[in-house]
């Protein structure tokens, strides 16, 4: 009896050592590409997305205190070569004054962006919206079902709005 409760809690231990191992290669797999959606041996082309008349700098390290090397505008496309670190994704194609160029994922979309020039859309949620400073960044305002906003830039994921960065998910066009 006793040998067969112990041949018991083997398998229960090995089953749970076994479903600890699948959770860690599962959370390996999120956490390692989870910040901007790419392996770090893929090359992926990025555009940059921002407010009209904004900019985005262009870091030589990244950190948010470094010195710029470069700036992207609105639309700018860039290559990435997938290595993300602090928020930030490393460019592949370096023609800036750095050996390395790194840009805040939170203004970069991987769909090419539409200038829309201030185009009215209505929320349509059924919740509160959040207007964000970027696509990763803090909260600005909370929209709610039926304001009206205007777009300046539209991306499949991302609107750059006159109250910050929303999901174009939950946003109707005027006017169609």
Known sequence: MKKEKII????????????????????GIVVGTQSIGFSESVYAKGYIICQPG???????SPK?????????????EILLDGETKNGFALCADSTFESSEAWVYTGYIVFDKPVKTDGQKAIVSSNYRLAARQNCTGELRK???NGDEVQVFWWSDEWCVTN????KSEYLDWVGE
């Open 64 to 76: 948010v205190a470094n010195n710029k090397c470069g700036r992207l505008d609105a639309g700018d």
């Open 54 to 60: 904004d900019y985005v700098n262009v870091r030589w």
């Open 163 to 166: 109250y910050g960065f929303v």
């Open 142 to 144: 909370w929209l709610y």
């Open 8 to 27: 018991e809690v083997r398998k229960w231990i090995i089953t749970l050592i076994e479903i600890l191992v699948i959770v860690a290669v599962i959370y």
